[in-house]
């Protein structure tokens, strides 16, 4: 490894695995979609899931997902455009809030709001960066670099290790001083995406997908289908881990992250390198410690930004069929149009404690019944039992004297049924 072009091939290939890194966390994703959608509630956790979406091949390291990985982090906003019904617009709406050129990882690593001339996580990731620099040296003789080597390669990826580390970091600070729910939402948008999801992803990118791997169509729809599907299932643990008190989740986020430091090392160098949880764990502290006095400024400062920048490219989710919840009201019609269908709300706020807010349109003058079940389905409140005209309503839930759990609101009018799934957390 002391062979001049040995080293020059070495540093492109951190070099290249960094381009599309810089970027905020999945929680700070999420929270800033929650903020950017308040308004719209009943389509937020929509939104929230597509704004996890351009992340999906973020931490994979073959050229397939790296050029799937540039697609998703940059958009012309042809997957609004390709949206074919309001849920979709919902996650397109929350990609664009995440990707390039409108989105949030524009202030992450091109131009803060709040700091001059870089984009705030590249900042604060190179003030971090030599915190973990010997740490880092370490490792890489530790699997059989000599020294120089070693700090010459330390020197390249430690900006890029201290990136993905203060993207969690910061995850975890949103949770602690921010959005103490943070981690159920995230489990929910995933849990309740809309099933058209995966084809929305196809209509957009299959066709680069094809051409780049000299797959056939159905070949690259049935990648990004099975990807979409294992990433969603990475995103629910992840949300699930943020529902941990703090320290047990930074002890098994740092367990599940070493691998994918040793991966990214090990992509660079043809080495075996071994990086410990407790490693990862330090790493972590210092970068909350470090970001922790300036990341509430430049996250306010970038969900105000955003909102301008989509509002500017004509990129809303205000179109009333979405309006089916304002504040104070109780249960009673919400908007003088008349719904096109009959449809139950994803309740808000979810989860809650201990009171929460149903919503649902009435198309046509009929009976309707709301009703809360628990887990093992056994009846625990009728909200609503009685003739509706048509319109937008709200019923409020109190579930006081209630366990903290999974609950499920059934709405009954007719033929028509449908149920929401919602998370009493105490």
Request: proline content about 5%; charged content about 15%.
């Amino acid at each position: 490894m002391k062979n001049l072009s040995r080293i020059l091939v070495l540093a492109a290939a951190i070099v290249s695995t960094t381009a599309a890194a810089f970027a905020w966390g999945n929680a700070t994703h999420v929270y800033v979609a929650d903020r950017l959608g308040a308004k719209y509630p009943l389509q937020n956790t929509y939104e929230l899931y597509g704004a996890l979406l351009p992340d999906t091949y973020t931490y994979s390291f073959d050229s397939t997902a790296v050029m799937m990985d540039a697609l998703l982090q940059t958009s012309d906003g042809t997957i609004y455009r390709s949206a074919w019904n309001r849920n979709l617009k919902s996650v397109a709406y929350g990609f664009l809030t995440h990707a390039a050129p409108h989105g949030a990882d524009v202030t992450a690593h091109t131009a803060a709001v709040t700091i001059p001339g870089e984009g705030y996580i590249v900042h604060t990731a190179g003030v971090l960066a030599p915190e973990l620099y010997p740490t880092i040296v370490e490792i890489l003789m530790n699997g059989g670099l000599d020294e120089s080597t070693a700090q010459y390669v330390a020197g390249q990826a430690s900006p890029v290790l201290a990136n993905d580390v203060l993207e969690t970091a910061i995850d975890l600070l949103v949770k602690r001083q921010d959005d103490k729910f943070i981690g159920a939402k995230i489990a929910a948008a995933a849990l309740a995406r809309p099933f058209e999801t995966p084809e929305l992803l196809c209509a957009v990118y299959a066709k680069d997908l094809a051409a780049y791997a000299h797959l056939t169509r159905t070949q690259a729809k049935a990648r990004i289908i099975a990807d979409e599907a294992a990433y969603r299932k990475m995103i629910i643990q992840y949300g699930t881990l943020f529902c941990l008190p703090e320290n047990t989740t930074i002890a098994q986020l740092s367990a599940s992250l070493a691998p994918v430091a040793e991966s990214f090392l090990e992509a660079a160098v043809p080495l075996d390198f071994t990086v410990t949880p407790a490693q990862v764990e330090s790493f972590l502290r210092k970068a909350m410690l470090l970001a922790a006095p300036t990341y509430k400024a430049e996250l306010t400062a970038t969900i105000a930004w955003v909102r301008e920048q989509l509002n500017s490219a004509g990129v809303t989710n205000t179109d009333s069929p979405f309006v089916f919840w304002k504040e104070g009201a109780g249960e009673q019609a919400l908007s003088a149009d008349v719904p096109k269908e009959f449809a139950l709300g994803q309740n808000y706020p979810n989860p809650f404690n201990p009171s929460t807010s149903v919503k649902f349109a009435v198309s046509e003058t009929r009976m309707v019944r709301l009703t809360v079940y628990d887990m093992l389905g056994r009846e625990i409140a009728t909200l609503v039992n009685e003739v509706k005209e048509p319109g937008f309503y709200t019923a409020t839930w109190n579930a006081s004297g209630l366990s903290s759990g999974v609950y499920f609101c059934r709405m009954n009018s007719g033929a028509f049924t449908q149920t929401q799934r919602m998370t009493l957390m105490k």
